[in-house]
């Protein structure tokens, strides 16, 4: 090969790591469900990003966004997507885990008293109870209807949370044992 060919394949191969590392960072900029205020109806609604699409043109130019998916789609997917300019201004703070990770951080068990781990995306996700003992995983919950649970609900460690629905499925199989006095 002559030194022109592989200067040029070089800098080819430059240009799409560089074009790559572009795209992977847009791409998880942009991946997850986030929490948005709906400006027609100024309550919360679920929304994703197209992070494909925003990865495709964050290498071209800048960074489009457009919807991938609402709450409020299929009946509004004709809207003007205003919500968007939400993200844009703070595309971290609306993410749903982002959210969650802030309102369980600092927070002990309201069961156990055992600290809240950190949110990690591979470990065992905390819950949520309420006043009545009805415990919840924050997953089986709409991610619309999280910004009043969380003002409603307490937070659980996960080992209550499956001590609890282990409790609601199969009562027949639990007993409770009376409080031990300590001499």
Not at 73 to 100: K, M
Not at 126 to 134: H, S
């Amino acid at each position: 090969m002559t030194i022109t060919v592989l200067l040029t394949v070089a800098t080819l191969a430059l240009c799409f790591l560089y074009l790559s590392v572009i795209a992977i960072r847009a791409y998880r900029k942009y991946s997850g469900t986030r929490l948005v205020t709906c400006p027609e109806t100024d309550r919360p609604v679920a929304v994703a990003v197209d992070a494909t699409h925003a990865a495709v043109t964050a290498t071209i130019d800048s960074t489009d966004l457009r919807l991938k998916r609402c709450t409020r789609w299929p009946e509004r997917a004709d809207c003007g997507q205003e919500c968007l300019r939400q993200i844009e201004a703070a595309p971290e703070d609306c993410l749903v885990r982002n959210i969650l990770a802030e309102w369980y951080a600092g927070k002990s068990c309201a069961l156990c008293g055992a600290p809240i781990p950190p949110l990690h995306a591979w470990e065992h996700r905390p819950g949520l109870i309420d006043a009545t003992g009805k415990a919840v995983l924050c997953t089986d919950v709409p991610a619309e209807q999280l910004p009043e649970l969380l003002t409603t609900h307490q937070p659980i460690c996960w080992n209550c949370d499956v001590a609890e629905e282990f409790r609601r499925r199969n009562p027949e199989l639990v007993i409770e044992a009376p409080a031990r006095t300590v001499h």
